[in-house]
């Protein structure tokens, strides 16, 4: 089941297998094509770049994270700072992947950059965790968004039943996987598709706003940093929701084999996207509190639609609509990338076999996308949104400071790596030391949901040495495992 590498390339049924050393021949590489080998091709342009990065950020997070950023800030000018602030340290990130992505070739994100930099170990508590824990519950956290708001129109005058939210939800990340599973090209359009969509439902929100500001709508904004003192407990938790919010600049990177010419297309992809959303996001927030006070947004299920009641009527119907499709490309975009990370995994050596496996018509690494279904209905039936949310940010801040922190490590170790797009050192430094405080911070302020992220982190360590490392397994544990 868990392998030391793959050393061949082999058939098997509709599938097959990928090249040794963590490596698939590229479609445009000389090495000739072997007679039925499968490959990745390259079909991500600087569009579906473009796209798969906002269409990933832009999904729950503008529309949930308000809530949670302004319970932990205490009030809306720093609300609205912490927004601004999580949107730079957000483009510090993308900026330090951007070079990771040019200097290293490889699909599989975070976990590639770890094994490069620090080798096996820490690359397989990566992805144990991303398996067990984070991609899980960040599609739990998303595609509850979705169901939340695409019900939302049929329940405009009484409570949402809990049960019909997750119902609804199980049926979307189901037809999420289907689309993964079936086409590349039909899940990139559809994602440009999407992308669009969020960007409407956001300029559907900034231009009232704007209007309402014209009109002199500022009485919300007045003693702005007014209200409950922001405490040492409640700013990391504040970060977290406004990281969350910006998280997906990464993604991109974790389908790197797959974009054309990435020396240039990733930084730009990156650069484009992060200014397009910090900018919405920031404007999204003030349109908000144009219209809506403190009190009331922190009593508000659906921020955007409350939003949409005051000042659309009718029209606002069509908001819930708009942010149901968001989120469902963020849940599609979140699915494309995160399935790579596992196929790459699985040609280390690090995952089932069958995950390094390629649909031999479709071009999809179909078993890399399945495995992810039923542990993310177990998280969504098991779990609360925001206890979801703390859950999953102490393990994935951990390891995005870890894997910039690596940065700057592989500077020293290995100084000839070709770099053809570098970011000045001060920026990797205070990102990573900035990821690394907050996980610390949240181990004091929340330390239930992360001692919880922690322990299952570490039981990545005993099955490191279980799975990978231990060569003479009795039979009996080989045939458990498949073996």
Known sequence: MFRKAAVTTHSNGSYLQGQANGRLPSVDSEQPAQEGKVVLKKKVTLLRGISIIIGTIIGAG???????????TGSVGMSLTVWTVCGILSLFGALCYAELGTCIKKSGGHYTYILEAFGPLPAFVRVWVELLIIRPAATAVISLAFGRYILEPFFMQCEIPELAIKLITAVGITLVMVLNSTSVSWSARIQIFLTFCKLVAILIIIVPGVIQLIKGETQHFKNAFAGNDASVMGLPLAFYSGMYAYSGWFYLNFVTEEVENPEKNIPLAICISMIIVTVGYVLTNVAYFTTISAGELLL???????????LMGNFSLAVPVFVALSCFGSMNGGIFAVSRMF???SREGHLPEILSMIHVRKHTPLPAVIVLHPLTMIMLFNGDLYSLLNFLSFARWLFIGLVVAGLIYLRYKRPDMPRPFKVPIFIPALFSFTCLFMV????????????????????????????????????WFRKLLGK
Do not use: C, H, M, Q
């Open 62 to 72: 503008i529309f949930i994270s308000p809530k949670g950023i302004l319970k932990n």
């Open 440 to 475: 610390a911070l949240s181990l004091y302020s929340d330390p239930v949901n992360t001692g919880i992220g922690f322990a299952i982190t570490l039981t990545g360590v005993p099955a490191y040495y279980l799975f990978i490392v231990w060569d003479n397994k009795p039979k």
């Open 300 to 310: 508000s299920k659906a921020v955007a639609v409350t939003f949409a009641e005051r």
């Open 343 to 345: 196929f790459v995994a």
